[in-house]
């Protein structure tokens, strides 16, 4: 537990070397199952490259964002940083330990004290058969942290940090006798309870209603301050990240595209599929022609991830697209600021022109064309 | 759907007793859940204590009445061919043939439950290997299997076993028709558990650091504890059933009368041909009954338990 | 000066498309379809849509429509549904009116009775659901009254509806373009060739190539499905479609080349949509009026510039600021305490009375009549009848985001209560 996170303001990030944990090279591939006949013959039908080489660091006390469409690889991420998915390949790296093969150790448990998840479905992160205090008090048991009978209070103290007030009116329900906004908070309790130094959030509020997300999400930012948590959230939604997050890093077909202080990456995307993103995000105020006009509605929907397009992996729907793109993929280039964007018009630092309203016919390549990306009207 | 603490009442258990009622409410509100509940409910009174209805079972020595008379008021079920009091043998019967298909079930029910759960969260081999395995005791057919296997069990329990007053011949038959019965169980299970195994909170019990075992017995035995009630009880129908097929083809014991093992008797003794119907029906329409009357109940059990519902908010 | 309206659509239209081609910068923020728009009054522009729609239509509209009547018109419906546990008054009294070439949109929470009132529409509810009152008018003709014999004139033929989740109702086992060819085939009497093309060339509307449009339903991404959908909406060339929450479940991109879909389906077949939705965002993406429902009620109603930029019931005003804005300079979300009442047992009054922050007295006893000023209809005791209309700001003392310092918690922060 650090106090960086609680002396600051939210546009500020942490100390910019007070790296808690951090992914080189992280790759998770899977095997496309085959039939029967593929097994015999060892044939391989494909691989899906959910995540395909990234690169990130996650500093203590921070809100980062990790943004992107389904298919991006995003909630993969969060899966191998809590260890629910192995990784195929990369380094982890966690409090400056490297925690890359922890699998069947004992440390794995100390692990799990200090990483905890918070599901996306408030409906299904619950078992309907466990009772509210079963569940919360479930990670002390399984890890046989602390003496049965403190337990107990663990559990309450957990369910009343998470804004259940009286514990005991809750903890004993099931979880079909809560609303959604309830379900959560229990979720959230359930994380706490181990007092975690980092929590990976995936998409926590976008089963629930508008007006009970804020309270969830307020919730978690009081909980940062508080306890001087770490926050990794994954959502789709980029102007949910332009609110809360620190940092954003947008990803697409399992590669970060850009990164850097939210403010930057929305103000001033280096990279065209952010910038698409953030003009096609819609907003609650009525838009003007003119800025209709500016939205980039790109053709097609991103490929699936066993047909990778060659180069850079959006160069069949990106409005710049030239000859380098179509044949090697840019790394992430640092444009000043603490941003970074993997864009070949990044090198040097150039910025994006400004972008007309449509992408006409998509730049063909023969792994796009599998994939039968649609043509506009 | 916020509601307020108070008002379901705090504390563990008082949603228990509202659970309970709510539930019987529901099952005995449909017809196929009423019908059952009763005609099983009558059969198990009858078969609990047999005795207090029709005093002790009658033997050959001390049976009373004249050889293969028709129904009397003294004798409402008849005769059968050595005097004895029908109505005496079916309600004793009643006991033996729904104690055996009891234990029959629970064998069936434990390695079905339990072959189901592992097969289907494991997966992998394991899954391959069990399933082949209950494959295999799928296709073959009961009858088949039970005179193969009868006398090699016979040979290991030896011919003195007795077990609950049910004597070593019978006790094979119990066992047989566990062994026979337990794949189609094991793959219901399965099924159930495969798509288990994948839902939210498995996953989350996984990020807590519960291992297999613990999650097999606190997140997945519960959620399939409805099917497998349901299928028990489906399972118990069957068992009964089959119990009668193997007595009436000779492999019960003579000396306990089951119904299976009554219908042999009438079998042996020319019953049909001599036109002594009334030593046939009793059984028979008890079978009937009793088969009926689980499959009722499996049926509303299983729509009652385990709901299709597709509204969650 | 007569003009003919339809030389006035035309020349909009390229005005816009102009607009479009040329780069960003060069278009002028107020540009001539701006002004072009400003000028016509609603009634206008709704004759001139009319004219538009009874033009391209290529059959008579219902021999009972009554000329001049508006295209839709729902007057105090109510839709109960029957519980075991009570009486849901899912829809309560809601009343709005749709005009040729219309864009609504209904927004709220779950719960508010939206997607009720777009089934009451089409009369596909559930079977524990009823109609106990109201009208629906469609060009006259109230749909309340007609047996389900009689809707079939209407349902799909004057008004379909693209479901939530539609993209999972397509029939797994059918090409996609038989299932759009069978709603021509049966409603319309076509014969199958015919029905066919029109099902090829309705794919081809909607963005699916032919090749595509012969391929199932799990060949197709959720976009493309969602798209068939639409075009299956259209088979049968109806006046108004409903789209029920339609790009929920979609990607941020796939949503826009939704929402600009329907809005080119619009603005080349003269559709008039009802978009109902809890996105705000969405609604003012696409539509020319909106519809705030609360707990069954309309709290607010009006064009989509006055529901946006000046917002006068408190509910909508909360629900304007809990929508995250990327194009705000301050990152910033308002947090609304409480939840939706129980609609077995709604409130006295005024419905959102126990979360609002201006709450009078009366607002819990006496139902907020509802007012027009102009272009807005209000529920609100804040705007008694004889008031101006003028907006009353709601205080904002709960914020969230980024902006927020986090060592000092905003001011007259209420305390955390057991939240619902």
């Given at each position: 537990?650090?106090?960086?996170?609680?002396?600051?303001?939210?546009?500020?990030?942490?100390?910019?070397?007070?790296?808690?944990?951090?992914?080189?090279?992280?790759?998770?591939?899977?095997?496309?199952?085959?039939?029967?006949?593929?097994?015999?013959?060892?044939?391989?039908?494909?691989?899906?490259?959910?995540?395909?080489?990234?690169?990130?660091?996650?500093?203590?006390?921070?809100?980062?964002a990790?943004?992107?469409?389904?298919?991006?690889?995003?909630?993969?991420?969060?899966?191998?940083?809590?260890?629910?998915?192995?990784?195929?390949?990369?380094?982890?790296?966690?409090?400056?330990?490297?925690?890359?093969d922890?699998?069947?150790?004992?440390?794995?448990?100390?692990?799990?004290?200090?990483?905890?998840?918070?599901?996306?479905?408030?409906?299904?992160?619950?078992?309907?058969?466990?009772?509210?205090?079963?569940?919360?008090?479930?990670?002390?048991?399984?890890?046989?942290?602390?003496?049965?009978?403190?337990?107990?209070?663990?559990?309450f103290?957990?369910?009343?940090?998470?804004?259940?007030?009286?514990?005991?009116?809750?903890?004993?329900?099931?979880?079909?006798?809560?609303?959604?906004?309830?379900?959560?908070?229990?979720?959230?309790?359930?994380?706490?309870?181990?007092?975690?130094?980092?929590?990976?959030?995936?998409?926590?509020?976008?089963?629930?209603?508008?007006?009970?997300?804020?309270?969830?999400?307020?919730?978690?930012?009081?909980?940062?301050?508080?306890?001087g948590?770490?926050?990794?959230?994954?959502?789709?939604?980029?102007?949910?990240?332009?609110?809360?997050?620190?940092?954003?890093?947008?990803?697409?077909?399992?590669?970060?595209?850009?990164?850097?202080?939210?403010?930057?990456?929305?103000?001033?995307?280096?990279?065209?599929?952010?910038?698409?993103?953030?003009?096609?995000?819609?907003?609650?105020?009525?838009?003007?022609?003119?800025?209709?006009?500016?939205?980039?509605?790109?053709?097609?929907?991103?490929?699936?991830?066993?047909?990778?397009?060659?180069?850079?992996?959006?160069?069949?729907?990106?409005?710049?697209?030239?000859?380098?793109?179509?044949?090697?993929?840019?790394?992430?280039?640092?444009?000043?600021?603490?941003?970074?964007?993997?864009?070949?018009?990044?090198?040097?630092?150039?910025?994006?022109?400004?972008?007309?309203?449509?992408?006409?016919?998509?730049?063909?390549?023969?792994?796009?064309?599998?994939?039968?990306?649609?043509?506009?009207? | 759907?916020?509601?307020?603490?108070?008002?379901?009442?705090?504390?563990?258990?008082?949603?228990?007793?509202?659970?309970?009622?709510?539930?019987?409410?529901?099952?005995?509100?449909?017809?196929?859940?009423?019908?059952?509940?009763?005609?099983?409910?009558?059969?198990?009174?009858?078969?609990?204590?047999?005795?207090?209805?029709?005093?002790?079972?009658?033997?050959?020595?001390?049976?009373?009445?004249?050889?293969?008379?028709?129904?009397?008021?003294?004798?409402?079920?008849?005769?059968?061919?050595?005097?004895?009091?029908l109505?005496?043998?079916?309600?004793?019967?009643?006991?033996?043939?729904?104690?055996?298909?009891?234990?029959?079930?629970?064998?069936?029910?434990?390695?079905?439950?339990?072959?189901?759960?592992?097969?289907?969260?494991?997966?992998?081999?394991?899954?391959?290997?069990?399933?082949?395995?209950s494959?295999?005791?799928?296709?073959?057919?009961?009858?088949?299997?039970?005179?193969?296997?009868?006398?090699?069990?016979?040979?290991?329990?030896?011919?003195?076993?007795?077990?609950?007053?049910?004597?070593?011949?019978?006790?094979?038959?119990?066992?047989?028709?566990?062994?026979?019965?337990?794949?189609?169980?094991?793959?219901?299970?399965?099924?159930?558990?495969?798509?288990?195994?994948?839902?939210?909170?498995?996953?989350?019990?996984?990020?807590?650091?519960?291992?297999?075992?613990?999650?097999?017995?606190?997140?997945?035995?519960?959620?399939?504890?409805?099917?497998?009630?349901?299928?028990?009880?489906?399972?118990?129908?069957?068992?009964?059933?089959?119990?009668?097929?193997?007595?009436?083809?000779?492999?019960?014991?003579?000396?306990?009368?089951?119904?299976?093992?009554?219908?042999?008797?009438?079998?042996?003794?020319?019953?049909p041909?001599?036109?002594?119907?009334?030593?046939?029906?009793?059984?028979?329409?008890?079978?009937?009954?009793?088969?009926?009357?689980?499959?009722?109940?499996?049926?509303?059990?299983?729509?009652?338990?385990?709901?299709k519902?597709?509204?969650?908010? | 000066?007569?003009?003919?309206?339809?030389?006035?659509?035309?020349?909009?239209?390229?005005?816009?498309?102009?607009a479009?081609?040329?780069?960003?910068?060069?278009?002028?923020?107020?540009?001539?379809?701006?002004?072009?728009t400003?000028?016509?009054?609603?009634?206008?522009?709704?004759?001139?849509?009319?004219?538009?729609?009874?033009?391209?239509?290529?059959?008579?509209?219902?021999?009972?429509?009554?000329?001049?009547?508006?295209?839709?018109?729902?007057?105090?419906?109510?839709?109960?549904?029957?519980?075991?546990?009570?009486?849901?008054?899912a829809?309560?009294?809601?009343?709005?009116?749709?005009?040729?070439?219309?864009?609504?949109?209904?927004?709220?929470?779950?719960?508010?009775?939206?997607?009720?009132?777009?089934?009451?529409?089409?009369?596909?509810?559930?079977?524990?659901?009823?109609?106990?009152?109201?009208?629906?008018?469609?060009?006259?003709?109230d749909?309340?009254?007609?047996?389900?014999?009689?809707?079939?004139?209407?349902?799909?033929?004057?008004?379909?509806i693209?479901?939530?989740?539609?993209?999972?109702?397509?029939?797994?086992?059918?090409?996609?373009?038989?299932?759009?060819?069978?709603?021509?085939e049966?409603?319309?009497?076509?014969?199958?060739?015919?029905?066919?093309?029109?099902?090829?060339?309705?794919?081809?509307?909607?963005?699916?190539?032919?090749?595509?449009?012969?391929?199932?339903?799990h060949?197709?991404?959720?976009?493309?499905?969602?798209?068939?959908?639409?075009?299956?909406?259209?088979?049968?060339?109806?006046?108004?479609?409903?789209?029920?929450?339609?790009?929920t479940?979609?990607?941020?991109?796939?949503q826009?080349?939704?929402?600009?879909?329907?809005?080119?389906?619009?603005?080349?077949?003269?559709?008039?949509?009802?978009?109902?939705?809890?996105?705000?965002?969405?609604?003012?993406?696409?539509?020319?009026?909106?519809?705030?429902?609360?707990?069954g009620?309309?709290?607010?109603?009006?064009?989509?510039?006055?529901i946006?930029?000046?917002p006068?019931?408190?509910?909508?005003?909360?629900?304007?600021?809990?929508?995250?804005?990327?194009?705000?300079?301050?990152?910033?979300?308002?947090?609304?305490?409480?939840?939706?009442?129980?609609?077995?047992?709604?409130?006295?009054?005024?419905?959102?009375?126990?979360?609002?922050?201006?709450?009078?007295?009366?607002?819990?006893?006496?139902?907020?009549?509802?007012?027009?000023?102009?272009?807005?209809?209000?529920?609100?005791?804040?705007?008694?009848?004889?008031?101006?209309?003028?907006?009353?700001?709601v205080?904002?003392?709960?914020?969230?985001g980024?902006?927020?310092?986090?060592?000092?918690?905003?001011?007259?922060?209420?305390?955390?209560?057991?939240?619902?």
């Amino acid at each position: 537990m650090s106090d960086g996170g609680l002396a600051k303001t939210a546009d500020g990030t942490g100390s910019p070397h007070d790296v808690l944990y951090r992914l080189q090279g992280m790759k998770v591939h899977f095997a496309v199952r085959g039939g029967f006949l593929d097994t015999i013959l060892r044939r391989s039908r494909g691989v899906i490259r959910a995540v395909d080489g990234i690169d990130l660091e996650l500093r203590r006390g921070e809100v980062l964002a990790l943004v992107g469409e389904s298919g991006s690889g995003k909630t993969t991420t969060g899966r191998v940083i809590v260890k629910l998915t192995p990784q195929t390949d990369g380094r982890l790296t966690f409090d400056g330990k490297d925690v890359t093969d922890l699998w069947g150790t004992t440390a794995l448990r100390g692990y799990r004290r200090r990483i905890q998840l918070i599901f996306q479905d408030p409906y299904e992160t619950l078992n309907p058969k466990q009772s509210i205090n079963d569940f919360v008090m479930e990670p002390l048991v399984v890890n046989d942290i602390g003496a049965p009978r403190d337990r107990q209070a663990a559990t309450f103290a957990a369910l009343e940090a998470a804004g259940l007030r009286p514990a005991s009116d809750f903890a004993f329900r099931f979880p079909h006798e809560l609303s959604g906004g309830q379900r959560q908070r229990v979720v959230i309790a359930g994380a706490l309870v181990m007092d975690p130094e980092v929590i990976v959030a995936d998409e926590p509020v976008s089963m629930l209603d508008v007006s009970i997300r804020t309270e969830l999400l307020r919730l978690m930012l009081d909980l940062r301050a508080e306890r001087g948590l770490t926050y990794l959230f994954i959502t789709h939604d980029l102007s949910l990240a332009w609110v809360i997050a620190d940092r954003i890093a947008v990803m697409y077909l399992g590669k970060i595209m850009e990164i850097g202080p939210a403010e930057q990456v929305i103000r001033s995307p280096h990279n065209p599929y952010t910038q698409a993103l953030v003009s096609v995000s819609p907003t609650p105020e009525p838009p003007t022609p003119g800025e209709r006009a500016k939205r980039t509605i790109l053709v097609g929907e991103t490929p699936d991830a066993a047909h990778v397009p060659p180069g850079c992996r959006f160069h069949p729907r990106c409005p710049y697209a030239f000859d380098r793109c179509r044949v090697e993929e840019p790394p992430l280039f640092d444009v000043g600021g603490g941003q970074s964007a993997a864009c070949w018009l990044a090198e040097g630092g150039r910025s994006l022109p400004v972008l007309p309203h449509r992408i006409q016919e998509p730049v063909p390549s023969p792994a796009a064309t599998a994939i039968g990306a649609e043509l506009p009207a | 759907m916020g509601l307020a603490g108070t008002e379901l009442g705090a504390g563990r258990w008082s949603g228990t007793g509202r659970r309970a009622r709510d539930f019987a409410a529901r099952l005995l509100g449909r017809s196929d859940g009423l019908v059952g509940v009763v005609i099983l409910g009558f059969f198990t009174l009858l078969a609990l204590s047999p005795s207090l209805f029709v005093g002790p079972l009658q033997t050959v020595l001390s049976a009373t009445g004249t050889p293969l008379e028709p129904p009397t008021s003294t004798y409402p079920f008849g005769t059968d061919e050595l005097g004895r009091d029908l109505l005496n043998l079916t309600v004793h019967g009643a006991r033996i043939s729904m104690l055996i298909g009891l234990m029959a079930t629970l064998i069936t029910i434990v390695i079905g439950s339990v072959v189901g759960i592992v097969a289907g969260f494991v997966g992998g081999a394991v899954d391959n290997a069990l399933m082949r395995l209950s494959d295999f005791f799928l296709v073959l057919p009961t009858i088949v299997l039970a005179l193969i296997l009868a006398p090699i069990i016979l040979d290991v329990i030896g011919p003195q076993a007795e077990f609950l007053g049910i004597r070593a011949t019978l006790l094979v038959i119990v066992i047989v028709i566990g062994l026979t019965s337990w794949a189609t169980t094991a793959r219901i299970i399965r099924s159930q558990v495969l798509s288990l195994k994948e839902r939210m909170f498995v996953d989350r019990a996984r990020v807590i650091g519960s291992g297999p075992g613990r999650i097999m017995r606190r997140h997945i035995l519960p959620n399939v504890v409805n099917l497998i009630v349901a299928q028990a009880v489906l399972t118990f129908a069957t068992a009964v059933f089959t119990e009668t097929t193997l007595a009436f083809i000779g492999l019960g014991d003579p000396a306990a009368p089951s119904w299976g093992q009554i219908l042999n008797n009438a079998q042996s003794a020319g019953a049909p041909g001599l036109g002594a119907w009334w030593y046939i029906v009793p059984p028979a329409v008890s079978v009937v009954l009793v088969v009926l009357s689980f499959t009722l109940l499996g049926n509303a059990l299983d729509d009652v338990l385990n709901p299709k519902t597709g509204q969650r908010r | 000066m007569s003009v003919d309206p339809r030389d006035l659509a035309r020349s909009t239209d390229e005005a816009l498309v102009d607009a479009r081609l040329q780069d960003a910068t060069a278009v002028p923020e107020s540009s001539a379809a701006d002004v072009a728009t400003a000028k016509r009054s609603r009634r206008e522009r709704a004759i001139e849509a009319a004219l538009q729609i009874r033009g391209r239509r290529q059959w008579a509209p219902p021999k009972q429509a009554k000329p001049g009547a508006p295209l839709l018109e729902v007057r105090d419906l109510k839709t109960y549904f029957r519980l075991e546990s009570g009486t849901v008054r899912a829809v309560d009294g809601v009343s709005f009116q749709l005009d040729y070439g219309e864009a609504l949109g209904i927004v709220g929470e779950s719960g508010c009775g939206k997607t009720t009132t777009a089934l009451s529409l089409v009369q596909i509810l559930p079977p524990n659901a009823r109609i106990v009152g109201g009208e629906v008018n469609l060009m006259g003709i109230d749909l309340v009254k007609k047996t389900e014999n009689q809707l079939r004139r209407y349902r799909w033929r004057e008004i379909s509806i693209v479901f939530q989740g539609a993209m999972n109702a397509l029939n797994p086992v059918q090409r996609v373009v038989d299932q759009i060819a069978e709603p021509i085939e049966q409603r319309l009497g076509e014969p199958k060739a015919t029905a066919r093309a029109k099902a090829r060339a309705l794919l081809e509307v909607v963005g699916i190539p032919k090749q595509r449009g012969a391929a199932y339903p799990h060949e197709l991404s959720g976009g493309m499905r969602q798209r068939a959908m639409i075009a299956m909406a259209l088979a049968c060339d109806p006046a108004i479609v409903i789209g029920d929450e339609p790009t929920t479940a979609l990607d941020v991109m796939v949503q826009a080349q939704i929402l600009e879909l329907l809005e080119r389906l619009r603005r080349d077949l003269g559709l008039s949509l009802i978009l109902i939705t809890h996105d705000l965002s969405v609604v003012a993406e696409t539509c020319d009026r909106a519809l705030v429902m609360y707990a069954g009620r309309v709290a607010e109603e009006g064009a989509i510039g006055e529901i946006f930029r000046r917002p006068r019931h408190p509910y909508t005003q909360k629900l304007l600021s809990s929508f995250p804005n990327i194009r705000a300079d301050r990152r910033t979300l308002e947090v609304i305490p409480g939840s939706p009442p129980d609609l077995r047992a709604p409130p006295p009054g005024c419905r959102f009375a126990p979360r609002c922050t201006f709450a009078m007295a009366v607002c819990s006893e006496v139902v907020p009549p509802e007012i027009t000023f102009g272009d807005v209809r209000v529920a609100c005791h804040l705007y008694p009848p004889g008031s101006d209309g003028a907006q009353v700001t709601v205080p904002r003392p709960n914020a969230i985001g980024a902006s927020v310092p986090l060592v000092e918690p905003p001011p007259d922060l209420p305390p955390m209560e057991v939240p619902a």
